[in-house]
């Protein structure tokens, strides 16, 4: 059972914009930032978002993320088959006195 | 670049001990917390610890407490993760990764390419 709750799937076919959700609470997502992973298959994860809406150089703008109170958002637009990934949510939990992940959400490009 | 570069998979008995290495690379590697991450086949990502490269403090999940040992050589730039007291549910991909705090927020980038560690008699 992961601290943070994403929906395990998400599909969209190529072109559209796809969201994500996690939610956590007071002690994660409502006081510290959140992260967004990315790992496509085989591989090791990546940072997708930093700081909640920040891009690392080198990931496309069609990726963006948002929060709001307990919650928060990675949005894909003009989705690509290349797309085709396991997303992770992360945040600091000033309650756990760790890093907590969502279980991560496995998209499909159709 | 910077990268993180991990040792090779290893296959251990119950009972046995496996210790992880991870060599830094293209940054100051006494700069940046190393956190350890660990994933089972098919599972999410769950988080194990922490470890300063410069001070050699740690920090470690409740659930590896009395089991896990996190250090470095500075001289070579290398964390090292060591699980004690292995068991099949141990059995998992472990990834190190760099954490960048900046502005008050802290992200892991980047991560090792992983390390599979099998727990098989």
């Known amino acids: 059972q992961s601290v943070l709750t994403q929906p395990p799937s998400a599909s969209g076919t190529p072109g559209q914009r796809v969201t994500i959700s996690c939610s956590g609470s007071s002690s994660n997502i409502g006081s510290n930032t959140v992260n967004w992973y990315q790992q496509l298959p085989g591989t090791a994860p990546k940072l997708l978002i930093y700081s909640n809406n920040q891009r690392p150089s080198g990931v496309p703008d069609r990726f963006s993320g948002s929060k709001s109170g307990t919650s928060a958002s990675l949005a894909i637009s003009g989705l690509q088959s290349e797309d085709e990934a396991d997303y992770y949510c992360a945040a600091w939990d000033d309650s756990l006195i760790y890093v907590v992940f969502g279980g991560g959400t496995k998209l499909t490009v159709l | 670049q910077v990268q993180l570069v991990q040792s090779g998979a290893e296959v251990k008995k119950p009972g046995a001990s496996v210790k992880v290495s991870c060599k830094a690379s293209?940054?100051?590697?006494?700069?940046?917390?190393i956190n350890w991450v660990r994933q089972a086949t098919g599972q999410g990502l769950e988080w194990m610890g922490w470890?300063?490269?410069?001070?050699?403090?740690?920090g470690y999940a409740q659930k590896f407490q009395g089991r896990v040992t996190m250090t470095r050589n500075t001289s070579i730039s290398t964390a090292y993760m060591e699980l004690s007291s292995l068991r099949s549910e141990d059995t998992a991909v472990y990834y190190c990764a760099s954490n960048y705090c900046s502005g008050g927020s802290c992200w892991f980038d980047p991560w090792g390419q992983g390390t599979l560690v099998t727990v098989s008699s």
């Open positions: 293209g940054y100051t590697f006494t700069s940046y917390d």
């Open positions: 470890m300063n490269p410069n001070s050699g403090n740690t």
